[in-house]
Protein backbone atom coordinates (compact mmCIF):
# COMPACT_ATOMS: atom_id res chain seq x y z
CA UNK A 1 0.00 0.00 0.00
CA UNK A 2 1.50 3.29 -0.48
CA UNK A 3 0.65 6.34 0.83
CA UNK A 4 1.48 10.14 -0.45
CA UNK A 5 1.03 13.34 1.24
CA UNK A 6 1.97 17.01 1.03
CA UNK A 7 3.38 19.56 3.58
CA UNK A 8 2.67 23.21 3.38
CA UNK A 9 5.53 23.76 1.11
CA UNK A 10 4.42 21.49 -1.87
CA UNK A 11 6.82 18.87 -0.98
CA UNK A 12 5.77 15.23 -1.24
CA UNK A 13 6.59 12.35 0.43
CA UNK A 14 6.03 8.85 -0.46
CA UNK A 15 5.44 5.84 2.33
CA UNK A 16 5.14 2.14 1.59
CA UNK A 17 4.64 -0.49 3.77
CA UNK A 18 7.60 -2.85 2.07
CA UNK A 19 10.05 -1.64 -0.59
CA UNK A 20 11.81 -4.39 -2.62
CA UNK A 21 15.03 -2.13 -2.72
CA UNK A 22 16.54 1.12 -3.04
CA UNK A 23 15.48 4.29 -0.65
CA UNK A 24 13.74 7.51 -2.32
CA UNK A 25 13.48 10.48 -0.51
CA UNK A 26 11.76 13.48 -1.98
CA UNK A 27 12.69 16.73 -0.59
CA UNK A 28 15.18 19.39 -1.40
CA UNK A 29 19.14 19.31 -1.05
CA UNK A 30 18.81 19.87 2.34
CA UNK A 31 19.43 16.64 3.78
CA UNK A 32 22.38 15.88 1.54
CA UNK A 33 24.37 18.75 2.88
CA UNK A 34 22.95 17.52 6.17
CA UNK A 35 24.19 14.73 5.77
CA UNK A 36 28.13 15.68 5.23
CA UNK A 37 28.12 17.80 7.93
CA UNK A 38 27.40 14.71 10.02
CA UNK A 39 29.27 11.97 8.26
CA UNK A 40 31.63 12.35 11.61
CA UNK A 41 29.83 10.56 13.96
CA UNK A 42 31.04 10.48 17.43
CA UNK A 43 27.90 9.94 19.14
CA UNK A 44 25.08 12.31 22.27
CA UNK A 45 24.41 11.65 25.86
CA UNK A 46 20.77 10.46 27.06
CA UNK A 47 21.94 8.41 30.25
CA UNK A 48 25.02 7.10 29.37
CA UNK A 49 25.62 5.55 32.48
CA UNK A 50 28.81 3.21 33.80
CA UNK A 51 27.11 0.39 34.08
CA UNK A 52 27.97 -2.48 31.23
CA UNK A 53 24.98 -4.07 29.52
CA UNK A 54 25.97 -7.29 30.77
CA UNK A 55 25.25 -5.91 34.36
CA UNK A 56 22.12 -4.67 33.36
CA UNK A 57 20.39 -7.28 33.06
CA UNK A 58 21.92 -9.11 35.89
CA UNK A 59 20.58 -6.42 38.12
CA UNK A 60 17.63 -8.13 38.85
CA UNK A 61 14.74 -5.50 40.76
CA UNK A 62 12.43 -6.89 42.52
CA UNK A 63 8.92 -7.43 41.04
CA UNK A 64 10.36 -8.65 37.46
CA UNK A 65 10.78 -12.32 37.06
CA UNK A 66 13.70 -13.60 34.84
CA UNK A 67 14.10 -16.58 32.71
CA UNK A 68 17.22 -18.86 32.64
CA UNK A 69 19.00 -16.59 29.48
CA UNK A 70 18.38 -13.66 31.62
CA UNK A 71 15.53 -11.71 30.10
CA UNK A 72 12.94 -10.77 32.45
CA UNK A 73 9.32 -11.64 32.12
CA UNK A 74 6.17 -9.15 31.79
CA UNK A 75 4.66 -7.98 34.72
CA UNK A 76 0.51 -8.93 33.84
CA UNK A 77 -0.25 -6.17 31.52
CA UNK A 78 -4.06 -6.26 32.29
CA UNK A 79 -4.14 -4.14 34.99
CA UNK A 80 -3.78 -0.81 34.66
CA UNK A 81 -3.15 1.31 37.69
CA UNK A 82 -3.95 4.51 39.00
CA UNK A 83 -6.83 7.60 38.40
CA UNK A 84 -5.87 9.04 35.85
CA UNK A 85 -4.61 5.45 33.79
CA UNK A 86 -8.03 4.13 34.69
CA UNK A 87 -9.42 7.78 33.40
CA UNK A 88 -7.73 7.26 29.92
CA UNK A 89 -8.56 3.56 29.82
CA UNK A 90 -12.73 3.78 30.19
CA UNK A 91 -11.92 6.84 27.50
CA UNK A 92 -10.42 4.10 24.49
CA UNK A 93 -11.81 1.49 23.22
CA UNK A 94 -10.23 -1.72 25.00
CA UNK A 95 -12.15 -3.95 26.70
CA UNK A 96 -12.42 -4.09 30.71
CA UNK A 97 -13.13 -6.59 32.91
CA UNK A 98 -13.00 -5.27 36.42
CA UNK A 99 -12.72 -2.49 38.33
CA UNK A 100 -11.09 -2.44 41.60
CA UNK A 101 -11.82 0.31 44.14
CA UNK A 102 -11.13 0.76 47.67
CA UNK A 103 -13.49 3.32 49.01
CA UNK A 104 -15.58 6.03 47.65
CA UNK A 105 -13.93 9.61 47.36
CA UNK A 106 -12.69 12.55 45.15
CA UNK A 107 -12.43 11.18 41.40
CA UNK A 108 -13.01 7.49 41.64
CA UNK A 109 -17.12 8.32 42.36
CA UNK A 110 -16.85 9.53 38.99
CA UNK A 111 -14.93 6.80 37.14
CA UNK A 112 -17.08 3.93 39.15
CA UNK A 113 -20.06 6.35 37.95
CA UNK A 114 -18.62 5.94 34.26
CA UNK A 115 -17.83 2.30 35.15
CA UNK A 116 -21.61 1.22 35.52
CA UNK A 117 -22.49 3.24 32.89
CA UNK A 118 -20.63 1.00 30.67
CA UNK A 119 -21.77 -1.76 32.33
CA UNK A 120 -18.21 -2.85 33.80
CA UNK A 121 -18.46 -4.73 37.01
CA UNK A 122 -17.08 -2.76 39.84
CA UNK A 123 -15.37 -4.47 43.13
CA UNK A 124 -15.06 -3.44 46.47
CA UNK A 125 -11.45 -4.01 47.62
CA UNK A 126 -9.92 -3.31 50.88
CA UNK A 127 -6.14 -1.53 50.47
CA UNK A 128 -4.11 -4.45 51.04
CA UNK A 129 -5.34 -6.21 48.01
CA UNK A 130 -4.76 -3.26 45.28
CA UNK A 131 -1.52 -2.71 47.44
CA UNK A 132 -0.95 -6.78 46.66
CA UNK A 133 -2.00 -6.13 43.05
CA UNK A 134 -0.82 -2.95 42.44
CA UNK A 135 3.78 -4.76 43.25
CA UNK A 136 4.01 -1.44 45.21
CA UNK A 137 2.92 0.91 42.32
CA UNK A 138 0.68 3.56 43.80
CA UNK A 139 -2.87 2.74 42.97
CA UNK A 140 -4.55 5.34 44.44
CA UNK A 141 -7.39 3.19 45.50
CA UNK A 142 -8.01 1.98 42.01
CA UNK A 143 -7.15 -0.72 39.40
CA UNK A 144 -8.81 -1.54 36.33
CA UNK A 145 -8.39 -5.20 34.64
CA UNK A 146 -8.50 -5.05 31.26
CA UNK A 147 -7.52 -6.76 27.77
CA UNK A 148 -4.24 -6.72 27.12
CA UNK A 149 -2.71 -3.87 25.07
CA UNK A 150 -2.31 -4.90 21.32
CA UNK A 151 1.15 -3.97 19.46
CA UNK A 152 0.66 -2.71 15.99
CA UNK A 153 3.55 -2.71 13.44
CA UNK A 154 6.17 0.31 12.05
CA UNK A 155 3.47 0.58 8.92
CA UNK A 156 0.63 0.87 11.00
CA UNK A 157 2.15 3.66 12.72
CA UNK A 158 3.12 5.30 9.15
CA UNK A 159 -0.63 5.47 7.86
CA UNK A 160 -1.34 7.04 11.07
CA UNK A 161 0.88 9.99 9.67
CA UNK A 162 -0.72 9.44 6.09
CA UNK A 163 -4.25 9.76 7.48
CA UNK A 164 -3.69 12.89 9.01
CA UNK A 165 -1.80 14.14 6.57
CA UNK A 166 1.47 14.89 8.47
CA UNK A 167 5.45 13.99 8.24
CA UNK A 168 5.84 10.69 10.53
CA UNK A 169 7.44 11.86 13.84
CA UNK A 170 8.62 8.75 15.76
CA UNK A 171 10.41 7.57 18.99
CA UNK A 172 12.28 4.28 18.83
CA UNK A 173 13.44 3.13 22.22
CA UNK A 174 16.99 0.85 21.88
CA UNK A 175 16.46 -1.05 25.08
CA UNK A 176 15.02 1.09 27.72
CA UNK A 177 14.55 -0.81 30.97
CA UNK A 178 12.77 1.03 33.35
CA UNK A 179 9.32 0.88 33.14
CA UNK A 180 8.93 4.56 34.54
CA UNK A 181 11.26 5.66 31.70
CA UNK A 182 9.74 4.21 28.93
CA UNK A 183 6.25 5.39 30.29
CA UNK A 184 7.50 8.94 30.33
CA UNK A 185 8.56 8.25 27.11
CA UNK A 186 4.76 7.58 25.70
CA UNK A 187 3.32 10.49 27.82
CA UNK A 188 5.49 12.81 25.78
CA UNK A 189 5.13 10.96 22.47
CA UNK A 190 1.75 11.46 23.48
CA UNK A 191 1.70 15.15 24.59
CA UNK A 192 3.77 16.16 21.40
CA UNK A 193 1.36 14.58 18.25
CA UNK A 194 4.03 11.68 17.93
CA UNK A 195 2.34 8.88 15.63
CA UNK A 196 4.15 6.13 17.40
CA UNK A 197 6.77 4.46 19.62
CA UNK A 198 8.99 1.52 18.40
CA UNK A 199 10.29 -0.81 21.34
CA UNK A 200 12.18 -4.49 21.00
CA UNK A 201 10.37 -7.32 22.15
CA UNK A 202 13.84 -8.87 24.14
CA UNK A 203 15.95 -6.74 26.54
CA UNK A 204 13.83 -3.90 27.47
CA UNK A 205 10.44 -3.31 29.33
CA UNK A 206 6.95 -3.83 27.25
CA UNK A 207 4.10 -2.43 27.89
CA UNK A 208 3.63 -3.34 31.69
CA UNK A 209 1.39 -1.96 34.37
CA UNK A 210 3.98 0.27 35.64
CA UNK A 211 4.54 1.54 31.91
CA UNK A 212 0.80 2.67 31.79
CA UNK A 213 0.88 4.49 35.38
CA UNK A 214 3.92 5.92 34.91
CA UNK A 215 2.38 7.20 31.28
CA UNK A 216 -0.62 8.92 33.08
CA UNK A 217 -3.27 6.66 30.75
CA UNK A 218 -1.54 8.01 27.48
CA UNK A 219 -0.21 4.69 26.61
CA UNK A 220 -3.97 4.16 25.34
CA UNK A 221 -3.53 6.52 22.87
CA UNK A 222 -0.09 5.74 21.35
CA UNK A 223 0.48 3.06 18.67
CA UNK A 224 3.11 1.27 20.09
CA UNK A 225 4.78 -1.31 17.83
CA UNK A 226 7.18 -3.82 19.27
CA UNK A 227 10.28 -5.68 17.13
CA UNK A 228 11.82 -8.24 16.98
CA UNK A 229 15.08 -6.32 16.03
CA UNK A 230 16.12 -2.19 16.25
CA UNK A 231 18.63 -2.17 13.72
CA UNK A 232 16.00 -4.51 11.45
CA UNK A 233 13.55 -1.13 12.52
CA UNK A 234 15.72 1.80 11.58
CA UNK A 235 16.57 0.41 8.21
CA UNK A 236 12.55 -0.08 7.49
CA UNK A 237 11.96 2.88 8.49
CA UNK A 238 14.56 4.37 6.11
CA UNK A 239 13.46 2.45 3.82
CA UNK A 240 9.41 4.57 3.81
CA UNK A 241 11.23 7.65 3.64
CA UNK A 242 11.75 8.36 7.21
CA UNK A 243 15.43 9.96 8.65
CA UNK A 244 16.73 8.24 11.50
CA UNK A 245 17.98 10.45 14.11
CA UNK A 246 20.46 8.90 17.43
CA UNK A 247 20.44 10.27 20.32
CA UNK A 248 24.22 9.79 21.22
CA UNK A 249 27.32 12.19 22.77
CA UNK A 250 28.98 14.25 20.85
CA UNK A 251 26.01 14.56 17.90
CA UNK A 252 25.27 17.26 16.13
CA UNK A 253 23.77 19.91 18.28
CA UNK A 254 20.25 19.30 18.34
CA UNK A 255 18.98 23.52 18.19
CA UNK A 256 21.14 23.14 14.67
CA UNK A 257 19.36 20.19 13.04
CA UNK A 258 17.19 20.06 10.53
CA UNK A 259 13.52 18.44 11.96
CA UNK A 260 11.75 19.75 8.98
CA UNK A 261 11.08 16.21 7.74
CA UNK A 262 9.95 12.55 8.42
CA UNK A 263 11.62 11.70 10.98
CA UNK A 264 12.55 9.06 13.99
CA UNK A 265 13.80 9.83 16.97
CA UNK A 266 16.50 6.75 18.58
CA UNK A 267 16.84 7.06 21.95
CA UNK A 268 19.03 4.67 23.92
CA UNK A 269 18.93 2.16 26.99
CA UNK A 270 19.33 3.81 30.51
CA UNK A 271 22.98 2.11 31.03
CA UNK A 272 24.57 1.35 27.38
CA UNK A 273 22.36 4.03 25.08
CA UNK A 274 21.94 3.65 21.41
CA UNK A 275 24.36 0.27 20.40
CA UNK A 276 26.67 0.31 17.99
CA UNK A 277 24.56 -1.60 15.21
CA UNK A 278 21.75 0.28 15.50
CA UNK A 279 23.93 4.47 15.54
CA UNK A 280 25.56 2.86 12.15
CA UNK A 281 22.55 2.46 10.56
CA UNK A 282 20.95 5.70 11.70
CA UNK A 283 21.18 8.82 9.38
CA UNK A 284 22.81 11.07 11.92
CA UNK A 285 23.56 11.65 15.62
CA UNK A 286 22.21 14.53 17.69
CA UNK A 287 23.25 15.50 21.18
CA UNK A 288 21.71 17.95 23.73
CA UNK A 289 24.69 20.67 24.94
CA UNK A 290 25.48 20.32 28.45
CA UNK A 291 26.25 22.69 30.39
CA UNK A 292 26.14 21.54 34.24
CA UNK A 293 28.50 19.49 36.14
CA UNK A 294 26.34 16.46 35.62
CA UNK A 295 27.42 14.85 32.12
CA UNK A 296 24.01 13.54 30.76
CA UNK A 297 20.56 13.58 31.03
CA UNK A 298 17.59 10.49 31.96
CA UNK A 299 16.27 9.10 28.92
CA UNK A 300 13.01 10.11 29.29
CA UNK A 301 13.99 13.81 30.09
CA UNK A 302 16.63 13.53 26.70
CA UNK A 303 13.57 12.09 24.86
CA UNK A 304 11.21 15.39 25.78
CA UNK A 305 14.00 17.79 25.00
CA UNK A 306 14.73 16.50 21.19
CA UNK A 307 10.92 15.44 20.71
CA UNK A 308 9.29 18.65 21.23
CA UNK A 309 11.71 20.21 19.73
CA UNK A 310 11.43 18.27 16.88
CA UNK A 311 7.21 18.54 16.82
CA UNK A 312 7.77 22.05 16.77
CA UNK A 313 9.92 21.93 13.86
CA UNK A 314 7.71 19.93 11.82
CA UNK A 315 4.94 22.39 12.49
CA UNK A 316 6.33 25.80 12.04
CA UNK A 317 8.72 24.79 9.55
Same mark, same amino acid.
Given at each position: ??????????????????????????????????????????????????????????????????????????????????????????????????????? /???? %???? &?? @?? *?? !? #?????? =????????????????????????????????????????????????????????????????????????????????????????????????????? /???? %???? &?? @?? *?? !? #?????? =???????????????????????????????????????????????????????????????????????
Amino acid at each position: MLYIFANSTGREYRFMEKKESGRKRQQDGSGDNQRKRYDNRPGYGADRGNRSREKTYTDRKPGREFDAAGEYEEEDTSLVIGRNAVRELLKSERPVDKLYVAG /REGS %IVAL &VA @EA *KK !A #GIPVVD =ADMQKLDKMARGENHQGIIAQAAAKEYCSIADILAIAAEKNEMPLIVVCDGVEDPHNLGAIIRTAECCGAHGVVIPKRRACGLTAAVTKASAGAVEHVAVA /RVQN %IASA &VE @EL *KE !A #GVWTFA =AEAGGADFWDTDFHLPCALVMGSEGSGVSRLVKERCDFLVSIPMYGQVNSLNVSAATSILLAHAARKQRMG
